[in-house]
Structures are given as structure tokens and as C-alpha cells.
């Protein structure tokens, strides 16, 4: 049976990049506080170390940043359970949520392990190849409840592997169309048109069934 990792974010983690900034940051602080606070004059040793000590890191991690383009970013927390996807409902972990209960089922975020992520401030000096965790599942309750879940995808159109189990989400009005097409990863025109006839088709046979009292 095919399953996701559920994943927990840590509310706070050290980075590569975390790590860096904080070294040159103390090291700026000592600059002003041996020429501002203890009035070193200037040509001092002193100076000279702790301008090397800023380079010899701003160096190490460019190189570290380089070395990690092709490296995928460890797991920042830990994977606590699976999702599980079936006909007849989702198993969160050990919680069952009956397909009956749940009203709509979106999903947030595209992303996969050894997916590039361009570099920015926050992850500088990070490995480059994501590590798959920015996927929400959501799902809106009957009862109005909204559970969010984080999971992670071994490659992209990892969620078409159940292909028939979100087809049966599909016509029981449970996922949108637009919403399936992006995650099954639909992009024949032919097989769009043909989704789009079987919504059509079902909900005129149930209308029909309903007319008849069966």
C-alpha cells in the first residue's frame, strides 16, 4: 500500500547557513566592542585577526554552498507516521478519517526530494536539492474542523500512483477538478476533456436514480 511520510517541522533548528550568520555576527559584535567599548587603538593585532576571522568564514561557506548544490537539505524535525489514501477514507498516523466525514480534500505546496531551490538570505548556505517536506494535505471536515498535515514526496507526480482512489475522491464531489489535474499530474487534453465528462455523466445518473427514488 503506497503511504507519505507525515512530517513535523522543529520549531527551531541550526542550518548551515544559521550557523554562519551567527558566527559573523558575533564577530562584527566583538569588532565594536574592542573598538567602541575597550577603546583598542587602531593597528592593534586584534583587528587584523578578527577582520580574517569574518572572511575565513564568509569563505567557508561559499565553499560549503558550492559543495552542497547537488546534496539534499536534511530533514529539519522528524516524520511521525504515514498518510494513507483509500477508497473508503484517509488514515492520518493511527487516525481514520471516513471519506463520508471529510469535505474537501486540497493539497498545498509543490515539492519533492532533489528538487532545486534557488538560494536566498535564510538558506545561503544550505544544500540546494530539497529535501520534499513543503506539502500541506488539507482537509475541511463535515463538522467544520480543517486538519493540515505536512507530508513528503519521493518524487513529483508521486500522488498519481493512486490515480483510481482520488478518481473515486473525484466523483464523490470530495476533490475538485483542477485540484486533481495539478496532482495526478493530468496534462493530455484528451484525458482533462474525458475527466470532465465522467463528473457529468455520474452526477446525471444520480440525478436520474434520485428522480426514480432508488
Known sequence: MKTFDIYI????????????????????????????????????????????????????????????????????????????????????????????????????????????????FSDYFDNRLSNGSGNKLMMGMTDGEKIITRFIKIYACELADLKPIFLSYYMKDKIGYLELVDNICISDPEEQAELKKMKSVGLRVEEELKRHNY
Open 9 to 120: 517541522p522543529a520549531k527551531f533548528y541550526w542550518t548551515r547557513t544559521r550557523i554562519i550568520y551567527a558566527i559573523i555576527t558575533m564577530l562584527i559584535l566583538a569588532y565594536v566592542a574592542v573598538k567602541y567599548l575597550f577603546v583598542i587603538p587602531k593597528g592593534e593585532p586584534i583587528y587584523t585577526w578578527l577582520g580574517y576571522a569574518i572572511f575565513a568564514t564568509l569563505a567557508l561557506g561559499f565553499i560549503s554552498a558550492v559543495l552542497g548544490i547537488p546534496k539534499i537539505k536534511p530533514i529539519a524535525g522528524k516524520l511521525k507516521g504515514v498518510i494513507r489514501f483509500q477508497e473508503e477514507g484517509i488514515y492520518l498516523a493511527e487516525m481514520f478519517y471516513p471519506i463520508e466525514s471529510i469535505k474537501e480534500i486540497e493539497f498545498h505546496g509543490v515539492d519533492w526530494q532533489g528538487l532545486f531551490q534557488y538560494a536566498v
